[in-house]
């Protein structure tokens, strides 16, 4: 059973960023494809963005390109979201998922194992 667990939410100003960290245990993480969600209140959740297994191929939701960069360290079976240029609009629990064992992925997949989230607040 693989699990995930996130961090590293918290409070930011508009045009600041943030790094999330997703620690996975029960397998390695470049095993699994990882994802990141995120879910504002009131609104659908939507994918971020995902990164394959056994490689560093990403997807990414095109609205957030060049502002988010995942990216995942095997020794620590971590993924990371970094977010920079944060706006009001980022706000939301974000959270990782895991697809797999050896899968690639999008942000439009469809992911087998969930973390419990975190929550990041944009203030204006």
């Known amino acids: 059973q693989v699990q995930l667990v996130e961090s590293g939410g918290g409070l930011v100003q508009s045009g600041g960023s943030l790094e999330l960290s997703c620690v996975i245990s029960g397998s390695s993480v470049d095993l699994y494809a990882i994802g990141w969600f995120r879910q504002a209140p009131g609104k659908e959740r939507e994918g971020v963005s995902c990164i394959h297994s056994g490689g560093d191929t990403t997807d990414y939701a095109d609205p957030l390109k060049g502002r988010f960069t995942i990216s995942k360290n095997i020794a620590k079976n971590t993924v990371y979201l970094r977010m920079n240029n944060l706006e009001p609009e980022d706000s939301g629990i974000y959270y990782c998922?895991?697809?797999?064992?050896?899968?690639?992925?999008?942000?439009?997949?469809?992911?087998?194992?969930w973390g419990q989230g975190t929550q990041v607040t944009v203030s204006s």
């Open positions: 998922a895991a697809r797999g064992p050896k899968r690639a992925c999008t942000v439009y997949s469809v992911y087998e194992f």
